[in-house]
């Protein structure tokens, strides 16, 4: 009897010394600068929303959040070079609808998708928009989706659209535009929105989809025309442009979305800390209005909610993947 009460005197004593560093750390996070990476090239989406979310973290923390830009493969090189990480929450990741996507696409990822991150918080959730060189719009009379879907038709695999890459967001947005209009359109694949958006102003490419943050300005400046919004309900940011569904494409809906990440095995009371100040700084009047000039919506899952969200969305694109037939060339 006073064995076994000294083994569990013992156990305490060993959790407690265990626990202790853990919660202190947690406690006293962050005492120095935290590094916010962004898996695609400056310039997209992500990157504009993960540098609005840094600089509300940073001035809530009171310490320096550096946001670095380290693209490749769909976020793939990056993710794997967090998933060897410390889990200490200096290092974190801002990526997108990519993050539960590429499971299905690369088959020999050096990484586990669910066991080597700890989702944090979702940043953002954001409806892609149909866009076309406005140069290209005007020599072709394309005033609306129904007159791009009529020029498609008309040309059978003459007609090219852009995208950050294999499987993104913006490119199974093209897929299910091809699947639900009967029209042959190209997919031209990039590495990252900019690279993309870069060719569609230049008239290497005519047509793309693409998050509302990344072709606003440039819709607002005449570069490009908007032909429909594809969530089911108006971006408030582009009020005067069609959902994808009123301009005869019923039942059309694909919208983006962005959470932050941390490397797996994290400490529960530092992933709910982290959790707890990225939804308050979400929830800042400063933010939301950012977010809304740039058609976002501030994201309010918290863990776990945000994590089995996660879960739930890498099985349901691995279907529409797997039905799809869509690789990686």
Not at 40 to 47: A, Q, V
Not at 247 to 264: D, N, R
Not at 268 to 297: C, M, R, W, Y
Not at 304 to 321: G, L, N, Q, S
């Amino acid at each position: 009897m006073k064995k076994s009460w000294l083994r569990n005197v013992a156990a305490l004593a060993l959790g407690a010394l265990c626990v202790g560093p853990l919660a202190a750390a947690a406690q006293t996070f962050p005492d120095h600068a935290v590094r916010i990476v962004v898996p695609f090239p400056p310039g997209g989406t992500t990157d504009i929303l993960a540098r609005m979310l840094g600089n509300a973290l940073g001035a809530e923390w009171k310490q320096p959040v550096v946001i670095e830009n380290k693209p490749g493969a769909s976020g793939t090189i990056f993710s794997e070079q967090l998933a060897r990480t410390p889990a200490d929450g200096y290092t974190l990741m801002v990526t997108a609808t990519h993050h539960v996507i590429n499971p299905a696409l690369y088959k020999n990822l050096r990484y586990d998708s669910k066991a080597d991150f700890t989702p944090i918080a979702q940043v953002a959730a954001v409806p892609n928009v149909l866009v076309v060189n406005t140069d290209f719009a005007e020599r072709n009379r394309i005033d609306t989706a129904a007159d791009l879907v009529a020029y498609a038709k008309a040309n059978p695999g003459k007609v090219n659209f852009g995208s950050a890459g294999t499987g993104g967001a913006n490119h199974l947005s093209g897929e299910l535009f091809k699947s639900m209009t009967g029209v042959s359109m190209v997919h031209i694949p990039y590495k990252g929105a900019a690279p993309a958006l870069n060719d569609l102003l230049g008239g290497q490419i005519p047509v793309m989809f693409d998050s509302v943050p990344g072709v606003l300005q440039h819709i607002r400046a005449g570069k490009l025309r908007a032909l429909g919004v594809t969530s089911l309900t108006r971006s408030a940011a582009l009020p005067d442009v069609p959902t994808l569904d009123e301009a005869g494409i019923k039942g059309f809906e694909a919208t983006a979305w962005f959470g932050l990440y941390a490397p797996g095995n994290m400490d529960p009371k530092l992933t709910a800390k982290l959790s707890h100040d990225v939804l308050a700084a979400l929830n800042t009047p400063a933010i939301k209005e950012q977010f809304a000039q740039q058609g976002a919506v501030p994201g309010t899952m918290k863990q776990p909610e945000f994590a089995r969200f996660v879960a739930a969305e890498m099985d349901k694109w691995a279907k529409v993947i797997d039905d799809a037939h869509i690789t990686i060339q």
